[in-house]
């Protein structure tokens, strides 16, 4: 299993970035795909969440209407577009897999967003 996060960046606060993430090893069209994000000093947390056909989608706390989460099952790739950013939104940015209340073991490098002037 492995998971290739790209996309972060420093941008200013309201700027917009695209992650997104390549993933590979497990059969990605089954199952739920989820962008954590730690912040610096704090534990990770869950940011968004899709399904595996893509049809419903969550968002934590002040994340909704700002971020949207999508993926694309032919290319095995999960995006995260983020609007509106916040200097609280920077952290490095994880993606991984869910399926059956289970999330896959193996984690990518992440991206990491600095949302800074």
């Known amino acids: 299993v492995q998971f290739v996060e790209s996309g972060g960046g420093l941008v200013q606060p309201g700027g917009s970035l695209r992650l997104s993430c390549a993933a590979s090893?497990?059969?990605?069209?089954?199952?739920?795909m989820i962008w954590y994000r730690q912040a610096p000093g704090k534990e990770r947390e869950l940011v968004a969440t899709?399904?595996?056909?893509?049809?419903?989608?969550f968002y934590a706390g002040n994340m909704k209407g700002r971020f949207t989460i999508s993926r694309d099952n032919a290319k095995n790739t999960v995006y995260l577009q983020m609007n509106s950013l916040k200097p609280e939104d920077t952290g490095v940015y994880y993606c991984?897999?869910?399926?059956?209340?289970?999330?896959?073991?193996?984690w990518g490098q992440g991206t990491q967003v600095t949302v800074s002037s």
């Open positions: 991984n897999g869910r399926r059956y209340g289970r999330t896959l073991d193996s």
């Open positions: 090893g497990f059969t990605f069209s089954t199952y739920t």
């Open positions: 899709i399904t595996s056909a893509g049809d419903s989608t």
